[in-house]
Every structure is written in structure tokens, then in C-alpha cells.
């Protein structure tokens, strides 16, 4: 892919789902509950998003739409790809994360393929999100079998109305099966934490007036945004002591099916003193981003954990061992954290369109 990637590349998420899973809902949430970010939505049948629930503030021609929060909507087919997520990376949007939802028959890897061969300096793939509809995925395994190969792909998959069916468990579990190490994410009315999927952003502070946030509240929606992390935990890890890289690297291959996402910063030490590298995972999702350290503050590895039934203690634990006391480093230690920087030679473990051959 060639481009060398920097924190301020804006990931691209691939949502997908067979018809009736609910990934139009949870679009619409992911927007709804969007607090500062703002999300370039793009979308293959435009109207089955709720426009007029957005507060729209226009048309900005060609089928995009700038919606009352600061996210856009686009309207596209495949074959335009491109050029909208060129228009969305543009600088001037703001846009934070976009989000393309796939058709409901569509092959999302086709579209994984079509990101992650993009060369454009200002996007970086952040994983499919496949939903499925809890109550009629046995059903929905006999008409469309290729939901197997989209499960075994994902890098998170939403267990969506999970309410409504007669056995959860065995759903959940007949999911996990399918998967290769994606996160499984039960919900209900398309609702996840965005901050699963990325970095929200804070609102700006708004004096005398209520956010577009504030001020939509679906009828059948009883839950506030603070509600959502209830369903979630969190742990939160600093080490003033580099980590060695090969066992941050088996602490993450080895991270259990409950943890959905993990973001932050980690000091290499010796491996590389003059950068610091972000880290993004999602799921099987995994990134190192390297930039050069701020010239000012402390060198710390700062990562936050979000998962569901996790053992945060036993994960801390975990993470401090990690720690690095060499003074020097070998010259073959970072190869399995630069498996997984985008723009290296391509080793076993990256994601590239080869892996999304059907």
C-alpha cells in the first residue's frame, strides 16, 4: 500500500449485515451518539437512512447530505468508492471515523478489499463490523451459507436483538464458533458503545443552546448515552517502564474473545527511542502506528482496554510483565509489532486485499 501512516489518518470502518440484521440502526446510533466526533456515513440505498429524524441542514449536491450534528451521508455505489472517501478525508469536513454500510446482498470483501488497496495518505482500514440478526441466524445460515465466510472474516461481529431469541446462549456460542478470534458483541436496537468502534471526540461546549445530541431522543430509546457503558468494563494501564515488544506481542495474540477494543501509546524503549507507537485494535483488528515523540511529558506506554467480562485485574497483570529492563535491544524484536504497521513489508499476520479473496 505504500503510505506510511500517521494518528491523523481517519479509519475506515466496513459495516455489513444481511437484510434485517440492523446495521442501518446501528448506523443511525453510531450518528445519534456521536457526542463531538463527526462520522462520514456512507451508504448504498440512502434512504434507509433516517434523514428527516437527523435535523438535515442540507444538500450538498452529488447524493451527499450534511446531516445537523457536522456527520455526513453519502450515497453511492461501489464504483464511486473513491472518490467519496477522497471528498470525506478532505481536510475541511472535520470527519473523525467513516463508516460505509454495505448492501445487504454485498460481499463485504469486496469493499475491505477496496479500502485496503486505496492509496490515499488520509485513510487507514479500521475493520468490518458484521451484524447478525440473533433471532433468525439459523434461518439466515440455510438462505445466504456465505454468512459463514463473512463471520470468519470480521474483526467484530454485533449479536444484534439478542432480546429476541429463545436461546442467547447457544446463539452466542454458535457465533463465537464461526468466528476467527473477532470480538462478539451481544445487543439489542443496534446499541454499542461508538467508542468500541472509535475515539469520540468531547462536543464542544455549547453555552445557551442543546447539542443536535441533546436534543434527539428516539421515543423507544430509554437509554441515555452514559447508559451504554454499563454493559461494558474498562481498564486502564500506564507503565513508566518501556514494554518489550515480543511480549506485548503475545499478550495481544493471546487476548480473550471478551476484549473489543484496545487504543493508546507504547514506549518501545530501546526498539525505537525516537518514536512512540499508537495502537488500534478492534476485535482480530490490529495496528502500530509510529510517531515521534512530543517534545514535552513524560515517555509512557497509556492504553485503555474495553471489553465485557473481563478479568481487568488479571489483564494489569498481564500488561506489567510485559515491561522492558534490557538496556539494549535485538535487532529481530520488533518484527512481530511490525507486522502490523501498514506500509512495511507485507509478513504473515497483515491485513491486506490478498486476505479477502473469496
Same mark, same amino acid.
Given at each position: 500500500m505504500g503510505n506510511t501512516p500517521t494518528p491523523h489518518q481517519i479509519p475506515v470502518v466496513v459495516l455489513a449485515g444481511f437484510l434485517g440484521s440492523g446495521k442501518t440502526t446501528l448506523l443511525n446510533h453510531l450518528l445519534h451518539r456521536s457526542g463531538g466526533s463527526r462520522i462520514g456515513a456512507i451508504v448504498n440505498d440512502f434512504g434507509a437512512i433516517e434523514i428527516d429524524a437527523m435535523a438535515v441542514a442540507g444538500a450538498l449536491g452529488d447524493s451527499t447530505v450534511s446531516l445537523g450534528n457536522g456527520c455526513l451521508c453519502c450515497a453511492v455505489d461501489t464504483s464511486e468508492l473513491d472518490l467519496y472517501l477522497d471528498r470525506l478525508a478532505a481536510p475541511e469536513t472535520g470527519i473523525d471515523v467513516i463508516v460505509i454500510e454495505a448492501s445487504g446482498? @454485498? !460481499? $463485504?470483501?469486496?469493499l475491505v478489499r477496496m479500502v485496503l488497496a486505496s492509496e490515499h495518505p488520509g485513510i487507514v482500514y479500521g475493520g468490518l463490523v458484521e451484524v447478525v440478526d440473533a433471532a433468525e441466524i439459523d434461518d439466515t445460515r440455510a438462505r445466504h451459507p456465505e454468512i459463514d465466510r463473512h463471520l470468519a472474516l470480521a474483526d467484530l461481529v454485533v449479536v444484534n436483538k439478542l432480546d429476541r431469541a429463545a436461546d442467547a446462549g447457544r446463539v452466542l456460542g454458535l457465533v463465537r464458533s464461526l468466528t476467527d478470534r473477532a470480538a462478539v458483541v451481544p445487543a439489542t436496537y443496534g446499541r454499542i458503545d461508538p467508542e468500541i468502534l472509535f475515539d469520540c471526540r468531547p462536543g464542544e461546549e455549547r453555552i445557551g443552546q442543546l447539542s443536535? /445530541? +441533546?436534543?434527539? !431522543? $428516539?421515543? +423507544? /430509546?430509554? !437509554?441515555? @448515552?452514559?447508559?451504554?457503558? &454499563?454493559?461494558? /468494563?474498562?481498564?486502564?494501564? &500506564? @507503565? !513508566?517502564a518501556p514494554l518489550e515488544p515480543r511480549r506485548l506481542m503475545r499478550f495481544l495474540d493471546g487476548r480473550p474473545e471478551g476484549l473489543y477494543r484496545i487504543k493508546g501509546y507504547v514506549d518501545f524503549g530501546p526498539y525505537d527511542p525516537r518514536n512512540r507507537y499508537a495502537v488500534h485494535a478492534v476485535g482480530r483488528f490490529l495496528r502500530f502506528y509510529p510517531e515521534p515523540w512530543p517534545a514535552a511529558g513524560a515517555r509512557l506506554s497509556q492504553l485503555v482496554l474495553i471489553g465485557s467480562g473481563i478479568d481487568a485485574d488479571g489483564l494489569a497483570k498481564e500488561l506489567q510483565a510485559c515491561g522492558n529492563d534490557a538496556p539494549h535491544a535485538d535487532e529481530h524484536g520488533m518484527w512481530g509489532v511490525l507486522r502490523y504497521v501498514q506500509g512495511t513489508e507485507d509478513e504473515p499476520g497483515t491485513y491486506g486485499p490478498e486476505a479477502y479473496e473469496p
Open positions: 446482498l @454485498a !460481499e $463485504p470483501q469486496e443536535f /445530541d +441533546d436534543l434527539h !431522543e $428516539p421515543g +423507544d /430509546d430509554r !437509554e441515555h @448515552a452514559g447508559h451504554l457503558h &454499563t454493559g461494558y /468494563d474498562s481498564l486502564s494501564f &500506564t @507503565a !513508566e
